[in-house]
């Protein structure tokens, strides 16, 4: 409920006709029915709410409630016009006054997370959920980690936390922490025609059929990209959701992360291609990446994944 904290007298102010306090008490005598329920509410007497919504039709010459001695004050259409306004006006000032609250708590007011494609596995996005539903007043950026062309923890553009496939490389001025294992699946649509195939596939198959893969860039660097490469015939795509649309669609045949295959193996969307020797593509070590500045809420999120 908003609060209206004393201020210096001394300092000249706006002459407000329509004030947080005011909306307040209307939508409540609105919505609890009555001005004794309203004051209840307030922690008031019935008069003092009534003469709150008093004042303001005074003051701005219109009348909010249609008022009948033994029944419920009803709305006018004017008054149902500023009751419609103050539902949208009193929710930004809570939330304005719990962003201050948050400030004075230390809590950062925006968290920049950069995420890759192929990692943005399920559990990561629940973690993102229940961070989200632990500090409501947060603002959460997220971030594709191919527009981060350079890390500064001075930088507010910059990404706070990383969740990507390590570049093995020195991260100045951030720490970092391997938290997990991405491992590749061969993996087509049910129409393709290595899908027919029933019995075990050899990586010679594959050197004849097209393969989606990404393509090169500031992140997935040519070295990162040419040990996905199985094959001569390439569709090369800028993003994730890319590679999953040509793959939906039968273009092509992919290496594809086994936590995000999950979904479309039970949608029957995807195959897995069985392979001889399932062995070859070893898995890409997933990295989290935090800048040492993070707030309660930053540090709160990294440690859903490593111990502080």
């Known amino acids: 409920m908003i609060k209206l904290a004393a201020v210096n007298r001394n300092i000249e102010e706006p002459n407000m006709l329509v004030t947080p306090e005011r909306l307040t008490y209307l939508v409540l005598v609105a919505d609890k029915g009555s001005f004794s329920a309203a004051g209840r509410e307030m ?38 016009a500023m009751y419609m306004q103050a539902l949208e006006v009193i929710p930004r000032l809570q939330a304005m006054e719990k962003r201050a609250q948050a400030f004075q708590a230390g809590i950062e007011d925006k968290l920049n997370i950069a995420v890759y494609g192929f990692t943005l596995f399920p559990s990561y996005v629940d973690k993102i959920a229940a961070l989200s539903s632990k500090f409501p007043e947060l603002t959460i950026n997220l971030m594709d980690v191919e527009d981060i062309t350079a890390l500064s923890v001075d930088d507010s553009n910059a990404a706070d936390i990383i969740i990507a496939p390590s570049q093995l490389k020195q991260r100045h001025g951030y720490d970092t922490q391997i938290i997990d294992k991405l491992d590749w699946l061969v993996v087509a649509s049910p129409s393709h025609l290595l ?3 029933r019995s075990r596939l050899t990586y010679q198959d594959l050197i004849s059929h097209r393969q989606i893969i990404t393509a090169e860039s500031l992140f997935a660097e040519k070295h990162l990209v040419e040990s996905l490469r199985l094959s001569p015939n390439l569709l090369y795509c800028s993003q994730f959701y890319q590679i999953e649309s040509m793959l939906l669609n039968g273009l092509g045949f992919a290496l594809f992360p086994s936590h995000l295959a999950e979904k479309h193996f039970a949608a029957t ?34 440690e859903q994944f490593v111990e502080l």
């Not at 008031?44 to 033994?70: H, K, W, Y």
């Not at 935090?290 to 990294?302: E, H, I, Q, T, Y």
């Open 269 to 302: 969307s995807l195959v897995e291609l069985k392979m001889e020797d399932s062995e070859q593509q070893p898995g890409w070590p997933i990295e989290l990446v935090w800048s040492p500045s993070l707030g309660p809420a930053g540090r709160w999120f990294v």
């Open 195 to 197: 899908a027919q195939i």
């Open 43 to 80: 922690g008031v007497s019935p008069s003092a709410v009534a003469q709150v919504i008093q004042n303001m039709e005074i003051d701005l010459n219109i009348v909010l409630f249609d008022r009948v001695a033994g029944k419920a004050p009803q709305l006018t259409a004017v008054g149902k």
